[in-house]
Structure formats: structure tokens, C-alpha cells
């Protein structure tokens, strides 16, 4: 039984890089979540799929960031031109519509 | 406006001992699904239970239990005979009923089982 996956686990990166992460759904969860965990607090929303279609962002989603789950099944989220407020862990999830979402292990993101 | 409070920032207990989480919730929706996560030290949120608001039967699940009251908007999670293992993170939220897509997450509560 495969979980969410996520990769990288961990990244650390200079101020004004970009970054990738990517995200491997449960195979039939039609669904696919991200969200943003900084330390102290609660995972915050950030976008999710449908299928391909991205159907809400976030606030929290600057124009710096961008997610795509080109074919319906995995997803990237890029930050460009990172900032040290970009570091967090980066959490996905995925789930039937109206179930519960299982979450991956996270990408934790370390901006220098 | 949709919000959870865990005003229980960290909590330690004695193995065996039994402990309470709190769970206060607000929304103007009239139904809406409710959720404990459990986020132990290796970082992955593991899903412990989702209700329904129309559903206010209590629910035990082995050592969980989870107490659900309408009335005060309250969704407290109970361990009883607490293991050193249950020490994690433990995360309340909500989400609408017809917006099951947005959960919006408390801060959590760390729960530390001292052997």
C-alpha cells in the first residue's frame, strides 16, 4: 500500500533560487492538496487539483509560486526567486472528493 | 470566518495517565466535517478521524475517543491509558461541508507522554 510521496525531503537553497517540489498522490485519489506548515503553527492551504484542473489558490500563493499537475496524477510546486519567509515544510495530500486527505512526508525548505 | 482553537499549546502527562485535548471551532455553516490529525516527531500528518456535523454520537476507537458537542462547538479527543508513542503534535480542523477541498487547521497541541 503506497502512501503520499513527496521529494525532496529536505532542501536548502540561497535567497532568490528556484525550487521544485514534487508530488506523488495515492494512484486512484483523484484529488491532490498542498499546503504550508511553518514551525508553531498549523498546515495552511494552499492550492488544490481536481484532476489537472487547479480549481483554488490560496492568498497565501504569490506569484512567485506555481503548481501543476499536468496529467492528473503527480504535481510540482515551484517558488521562484526564493525568499527567507518561503521556509516551511510543504505538505501534500490527496483524497476522493468528500473523503479525508492522507498527507506525504513533506518537503522541508531551508532558504539561506 | 472559519477558525479552530487548541488553546492547549503543550501538555505533559505520566504514562498511563489519561489526557484530554480541546477543540473549539467557529463557522456560520450548518454542516461541516470535523478532523483530528496526529503529526508524530517524523513530520507526516497521519488522519486520526473525520465527523460530520450531524453526527454527534461520541466515538471510541481502541485508547481514542473523540467527544463531539454542538452546543459549546466542541470536538475534544481523549487517550486514555496514554503510551510514550502517543507523543506527537496533535492538530483539530474543520472544513465546510460543500467545501470539503479547504481544511482549515488549529495550531496544535504538543503532547508530550513522560515514561
Known amino acids: 500500500d503506497t502512501g503520499v510521496s513527496q521529494d525532496p525531503r529536505h532542501k536548502i537553497t540561497k535567497r532568490g533560487q528556484n525550487v521544485t517540489f514534487r508530488c506523488d498522490p495515492i494512484s486512484e485519489h483523484n484529488r491532490l492538496y498542498w499546503y504550508r506548515q511553518t514551525l508553531g503553527q498549523g498546515p495552511e492551504f494552499l492550492t488544490y487539483?481536481?484532476?489537472?484542473?487547479?480549481?483554488?489558490k490560496s492568498r497565501l500563493l504569490s506569484d512567485r509560486f506555481s503548481a501543476e499537475r499536468p496529467k492528473g496524477s503527480f504535481s510540482t510546486l515551484e517558488i521562484q526567486r526564493t525568499e527567507q519567509g518561503d521556509s516551511a515544510m510543504y505538505l501534500c495530500?490527496?483524497?476522493?472528493?468528500?473523503?479525508?486527505?492522507?498527507f506525504g512526508p513533506g518537503t522541508r525548505l531551508t532558504v539561506l | 470566518a472559519q477558525k479552530v482553537t487548541q488553546a492547549q499549546t503543550e501538555i505533559s502527562v505520566v504514562e498511563k495517565e489519561d489526557v484530554t485535548l480541546d477543540c473549539v471551532y467557529e463557522?456560520?455553516?450548518?454542516?461541516?466535517?470535523l478532523f483530528w490529525y496526529k503529526q508524530p516527531p517524523s513530520g507526516e500528518l497521519v488522519f486520526l478521524i473525520r465527523?460530520?456535523?450531524?453526527?454527534?454520537q461520541n466515538e471510541i476507537s481502541g485508547r481514542y475517543s473523540w467527544n463531539f458537542q454542538k452546543s459549546t462547538s466542541s470536538f475534544n479527543f481523549t487517550i486514555t491509558a496514554s503510551q510514550v508513542v502517543d507523543s506527537a503534535v496533535y492538530f483539530c480542523?474543520?472544513?465546510?461541508?460543500?467545501?470539503?477541498?479547504?481544511?482549515?487547521f488549529g495550531k496544535g497541541t504538543r503532547l508530550h507522554i513522560l515514561p
Open positions: 495530500a490527496s483524497s476522493h472528493p468528500m473523503r479525508e486527505p492522507f
Open positions: 487539483f481536481q484532476n489537472e484542473a487547479q480549481l483554488e
Open positions: 463557522t456560520r455553516d450548518t454542516t461541516y466535517y
Open positions: 465527523r460530520n456535523s450531524f453526527d454527534e
Open positions: 480542523a474543520l472544513s465546510p461541508r460543500n467545501r470539503d477541498d479547504k481544511i482549515i
